[in-house]
């Protein structure tokens, strides 16, 4: 990471950090909560990924929209989620952001423009073009920004997005968390590219390739793109090289990954190398960093007491919000 500290404000990196300590102190609890049992369904935890979602969401406003993917606590914590909610969520409680039936992979917060983490690979891309054409008709200054994975954008999906998008210049913004796996198979054995970002020529648009581990690269790189799709000058893929430290789901051991591969990526972790950065670059003092990750554990601790304490979803409210209520009279 190079001295930015005059190009970016302080107090940006710092709600950088902020952020990336929730999500990792967030998922930490995930982890072990699902390994007790507590929590239902899949889990996919977003660790060693804190710096992409961190660094996109501190350019965008509570109006602007995102999407998500099975991978989506980092993302939808960046972008303002409630901690308390999203836990209750994942404990499956009536409090949770869908009264507990969306459980992992389904949050969503649209007062916040969170469109929703969702388990089909690739959902996101059609999703934001949808939220982009909305911007631009209503012509507002919102900007739609789509994460997704490495291995979804060799979904027609992704294509017909890009397409789409680049054509009608929406407002969008394409983040690829290459993570170099497809669930286990290895992207240099699902691509013949080396970088996802080479795919925006096709579309005619600007393809970027960042450090997915360092926060201010990602931050900067969103920036300009964030900034060029609210100018109206249409969308921008940028990819985030990163790494997964678990596996593709909570229960998979990730014996498909070489341990050589898995040490050195833990070398790179971001949040050990950012805070390393703004202590020698005079951002912050270790006892200044000390005192966000107290508030952060404060946060955690109240969002799994919240729900610990929350009731159980009524048997009777199985059906409720599933499906679209009929209003009488009307066919």
């Not at 804190?50 to 606590?73: F, M, P, Q």
């Not at 390739?209 to 300009?224: C, F, I, L």
């Not at 003092?285 to 919240?306: G, Y």
């Amino acid at each position: 990471m190079e001295n930015v500290k005059e190009r970016i404000d302080s107090s940006k990196l710092m709600d950088i950090y902020d952020k990336m300590l929730k999500i990792r102190a967030f998922e930490t609890v995930a982890m072990n909560s699902f390994a007790e049992g507590k929590i239902p369904g899949f889990v996919h935890l977003y660790i060693g990924e804190e710096a992409i979602a961190s660094g996109v969401c501190e350019n965008l406003k509570d109006s602007d929209y995102i999407t998500s993917t099975h991978r989506g606590h980092g993302h939808i914590i960046a972008k303002g989620g409630d901690l308390k909610y999203m836990m209750a969520e994942l404990f499956g409680k009536s409090t949770g952001y869908c009264k507990g039936k969306g459980g992992s992979m389904h949050i969503a917060d649209a007062t916040k423009g969170i469109l929703g983490a969702n388990g089909i690979v690739g959902a996101g891309h059609d999703i934001v073009v949808g939220a982009g054409m909305s911007a631009q008709y209503r012509g507002t200054d919102q900007v739609a920004v789509c994460f997704f994975g490495d291995a979804s954008t060799n979904q027609g999906t992704f294509h017909e997005s890009l397409n789409m998008a680049s054509v009608w210049k929406l407002p969008v913004v394409y983040v690829c968390e290459n993570n170099g796996y497809g669930i286990s198979v290895s992207q240099k054995r699902h691509q013949n590219i080396k970088n996802v970002a080479d795919r925006a020529k096709a579309y005619g648009i600007p393809g970027v390739t960042v450090d997915g581990n360092d926060p201010v690269a990602v931050y900067e790189a969103s920036k300009t793109a964030v900034e060029r799709a609210r100018n109206g000058e249409g969308p921008t893929l940028i990819e985030c090289k990163t790494y997964r430290q678990r596996g593709h789901f909570e229960g998979d051991a990730a014996n498909y990954k070489p341990k050589e591969e898995q040490e050195e990526w833990l070398k790179k972790d971001p949040i050990p190398r950012f805070e390393k950065y703004l202590v020698e670059n005079n951002i912050a003092s270790e006892d200044e960093l000390k005192k966000v990750q107290k508030s952060v554990d404060d946060q955690i601790k109240e969002a799994v007491e919240f729900a610990d304490k929350s009731p159980e979803p009524e048997l009777n409210s199985v059906f409720e919000d599933v499906y679209t209520d009929m209003k009488e009279g009307v066919d």
